[in-house]
């Protein structure tokens, strides 16, 4: 019997890891063929779609791509972006912390009321609310300026604080108190005994907010309008012509390009961001 089990357990993880196998390959076929068409001919791209591999690797679409348009090449497009996602990152982790820490570890009036609005609100898609705050940011005279785009990131993300909250619960609220009797504030107790211990909380923000930000089109489409500002997102779209021919070629190589930031950021802080949505979903 032990050994019919064992040989049953080892076909359903073969079985598991094939389909597994097969899936990923279905998930990243799309984002290799992109990769692959950069280096063929812009002509060449559709026509022959069918082959993954280029009958001659070329980096003219890499060139072309680099050079931009309206005088602004991608450089100017990836710094635009590196100020919009570090800024906007900085801004959402801090300020997500310490909303959540007061969430987690302060008692104040309504707080339950106050934290089911936050879910709320984090449920509502952006499509719903990007009106109301373009009137509003342009009565202010932000549009057509980076400040709608980042200040907003400045006032707590929900998603962030739930993860934050949920991650400070479960450390020990003795530590808390034991920092009271040396003395300490509620300030003192957030700076030097909960940031330390929820670090795979705020590098799990970190990742996200700067993948999301990075990523971000419709933003950027509804608040800027001067090429020179324009983010990568938003300047990949303008490779793309429906009344003319599109460069396909060059926007393939610049997309590209723009994945190298996030493959990196993930290659070098898996470890925590698995850790930190592991141990919220625990502790939470």
Known sequence: MKTGYRERRIATTVVYHVFTFLLACVMIYPLVWMVMSSFKNSNEIFRTAAKL?????????????????AGYGFSTFFKNSFII???????????????????????????????????????????????????????????????????PQFFGQGFFIFLNVQFIKGIPIDLDEAARMDGCTIYSIFIRIILPLI????????????????????????????????????????????????????????????????????????????EGIASTGIKG
């Open 53 to 69: 591999l280029p009958d001659k690797f070329s980096l003219e679409n890499y060139r072309v791509g680099w050079q931009g348009f």
């Open 85 to 151: 996602a570090g800024l906007s990152t900085v801004g959402a982790v801090v300020s997500s912390a310490i909303i959540g820490y007061g969430f987690a570890r302060i008692d104040f009036k309504f707080k339950n009321f106050w934290f089911a609005c936050m879910l709320l609100a984090m449920m509502l898609p952006f499509q719903i609310i990007m009106i109301p705050q373009y009137i509003i940011f342009n009565k202010m005279g932000w549009v057509g300026s980076y400040l709608p785009i980042i200040v």
């Open 199 to 274: 670090k795979p909380s705020l590098v799990t923000s970190a990742i996200f907010s700067f993948m999301w930000r990075w990523d971000d089109f419709m933003t950027a489409l509804l608040f800027l309008s001067d090429p020179m500002k324009y983010p990568v997102s938003y300047a990949l779209k303008m490779f793309s012509d429906p009344t003319a021919g599109s460069d396909w070629g060059a926007m393939f190589a610049m997309a590209t390009f723009s994945l190298i930031p996030i493959f990196l950021i993930f290659l070098t802080m898996q470890k925590y961001l698995v």
